[in-house]
């Protein structure tokens, strides 16, 4: 009978025992999870001269890493970013660059000696933004991804903005005007 009880109080003790330990590795779980940053989000609006930039490409570049962040230009202007890499958009300072273009045929007679040849038709690549935009290192523009929804508005003008700190983007909402 002695021995019945003592068995029966292991095997109590064993339940509660992985009972509690269950109990335990839920918590931790839980914990760890609401512990991790909110995945970051990227979107905004370009504007040139008070007008949204339609079909403009929107590229975020962070120094160190190979792959950059992505986004394109709907009819008003707005924009999404999106990594090719991975799912979640990885936090950081970005240099930033906006491009617009499009192709245009250049039309040419070309003479050989006396005689006229037939015409020739070719096509060269035109930017309907400043070039400034389109290069990182001048472009001036400057974001900070932190965790959660962030919000870069990007009014953009012919004159070439000068970089500094206080143009750098960074928050929850942020709006960069660089005139």
């Not at 292991?10 to 931790?28: F, P």
């Not at 003008?157 to 929850?172: F, L, M």
Request: aromatic residues 6%; hydrophobic residues 30%; contains cysteine.
């Amino acid at each position: 009978m002695e021995q019945e009880r003592d068995d029966m109080l292991r095997q109590t003790s064993t339940y509660a025992g992985a009972l509690l330990l269950g109990g335990l590795l839920v918590l931790l779980r839980y914990h760890s999870a609401a512990a991790e940053p909110a995945p970051a989000t990227v979107e905004g609006t370009i504007t040139y001269q008070g007008e949204p930039v339609s079909n403009a490409f929107v590229t975020f570049k962070c120094r160190g890493m190979s792959e950059s962040l992505y986004g394109q230009t709907d009819k008003q202007g707005r924009y999404e970013l999106y990594s090719r890499m991975e799912h979640e958009l990885p936090i950081g300072k970005y240099a930033v660059t906006i491009v617009k273009r499009t192709t245009q045929e250049d039309h040419a007679d070309r003479h050989h000696g006396c005689r006229r040849s037939r015409r020739h038709s070719s096509q060269r690549v035109v930017d309907l933004l400043p070039e400034h935009y389109g290069d990182g290192p001048t472009s001036g523009l400057i974001a900070v991804i932190e965790p959660g929804d962030n919000v870069f508005n990007f009014k953009l003008s012919d004159v070439a903005p000068k970089s500094n700190t206080s143009d750098v983007a960074s928050g929850r909402t942020a709006k960069l005007s660089l005139n």
